[in-house]
Nanobody
Framework: QVQLMESGGDLVQPGGSLRLSCAASGSIFSIYTMDWYRQAPGKQRELVATITPGDSTNYADSVKGRFTISRDNAKNTVYLQMSSLKSEDTAVYYC?????????WGQGTQVTVSS
């Protein structure tokens, strides 16, 4: 069992930066592939970024070059550094932890990009 808690969401102006954190507890964090998803109002949940136990990363085309996913296994935490934010990045951001067919989700954190 893994419990996930996202934090760091905020209201930020276009062009600004924000760092989201997802803290995990309850299991061996380092074995999990970690993802960041987002869901905007009226839209489907979208995969934003992935980091594997071996630190391989992958990004949605819409965030490449602007977002960076990283993990600190000593702190059981995965991060999403977001820069050059746009209004279309506004969404609730969720992290998940995956191991084979097992998936755990956090509750989400709101990011609003607006002037």
């Amino acid at each position: 069992q893994v419990q996930l808690m996202e934090s760091g969401g905020d209201l930020v102006q276009p062009g600004g930066s924000l760092r989201l954190s997802c803290a995990a507890s309850g299991s061996i964090f380092s074995i999990y592939t970690m993802d960041w998803y987002r869901q905007a109002p009226g839209k489907q949940r979208e995969l934003v970024a992935t980091i594997t136990p071996g630190d391989s990363t992958n990004y949605a085309d819409s965030v490449k070059g602007r977002f960076t996913i990283s993990r600190d296994n000593a702190k059981n935490t995965v991060y999403l550094q977001m820069s050059s934010l746009k209004s279309e990045d506004t969404a609730v951001y969720y992290c998940d932890a995956r191991f084979h067919t097992i998936i755990y989700w956090g509750q989400g954190t709101q990011v609003t990009v607006s002037s």
